[in-house]
């Protein structure tokens, strides 16, 4: 089976723009999950959706969105970028059913704003 | 509300040593807790996991890691330390709401270099 995919696998932006960054799930998975890493904040999750439902949110402000769609490919949306959001940007998909199911991760879009 | 705490930034071995990475949850239900590893410039890749069952659990690349309930701890051993194991190690712990929504909480990540 292909892993999770994300695209692009690096991004450059200037603040005040917007950003699209795309999640390819591993076939049949229907959860995926977003998480922001950066080195001062460490590892958080943004939100995760199953079968095209956003079933749980972070933390973050409204700028960050997100969608899914039928087929379990995500994409999340980050408007108005500011210096902060500098990261990197992973993606995990899961079955989102049963206990103990693990999360498998893409490598990751970095994200660097200037 | 579960948290997970990593001791130590930066652990450094030599090749051949113990390798022992510490990590401290705080959960009120039975946790499900993880361990990923992440090489420079790459996704997590999981180690290890443990859900229910046996506490001593094995792992990929020689590690394992022993749930203990009453310390409240899940550290990651592995008794020979090997060059290709340098990387950064993260404990998390599962949390899952009534509408069977999942995240992980992740703790700071411990930062391993193996000195030859």
């Known amino acids: 089976k292909a892993g999770v995919t994300q695209t692009p696998r690096y991004l450059i932006k200037t603040r005040g723009q917007q950003v699209t960054l795309s999640c390819s799930p591993i076939?049949?998975?229907?959860?995926v999950s977003w998480y922001q890493q950066t080195p001062g904040q460490g590892l958080q999750f943004l939100f995760e959706?199953?079968?095209?439902?956003?079933?749980n949110k972070g933390n973050f402000p409204g700028r960050f969105s997100g969608r899914q769609f039928s087929n379990s490919r995500s994409e999340m949306n980050v408007s108005t970028l500011e210096l902060g959001d500098s990261a990197l940007y992973l993606c995990?998909?899961?079955?989102?059913?049963?206990?103990?199911?693990?999360?498998?991760f893409g490598p990751g879009t970095r994200l660097t704003v200037l | 509300a579960q948290s997970v705490t990593q001791l130590g930034s930066h652990v450094s071995v030599s090749e051949g040593a113990l390798v022992l990475l510490r990590c401290n949850y705080s959960?009120?239900?039975?946790?499900?807790l993880f361990w990923y590893v992440q090489y420079p410039n790459q996704g997590l890749q999981l180690l290890l996991k443990?859900?229910?069952?046996?506490?001593l659990v094995k792992g990929i690349n020689g590690f394992e890691a022993e749930f203990k309930k009453s310390e409240t701890s899940f550290h990651l051993t592995k008794p020979s330390a090997h060059m290709s194991d340098a990387a950064e190690y993260f404990c998390?712990?599962?949390?899952?709401?009534?509408?069977?929504?999942?995240?992980?909480?992740f703790g700071k990540g411990t930062k391993l270099t193996v000195n030859p």
């Open positions: 995990a998909s899961s079955t989102g059913q049963g206990r103990g199911n693990e999360q498998f």
């Open positions: 076939s049949g998975h229907r959860s």
């Open positions: 959706y199953f079968s095209e439902t956003q079933r």
């Open positions: 959960s009120s239900v039975p946790p499900y």
């Open positions: 443990y859900t229910t069952g046996a506490t």
């Open positions: 998390a712990v599962r949390l899952i709401t009534q509408g069977g929504s999942e995240k992980l909480v």
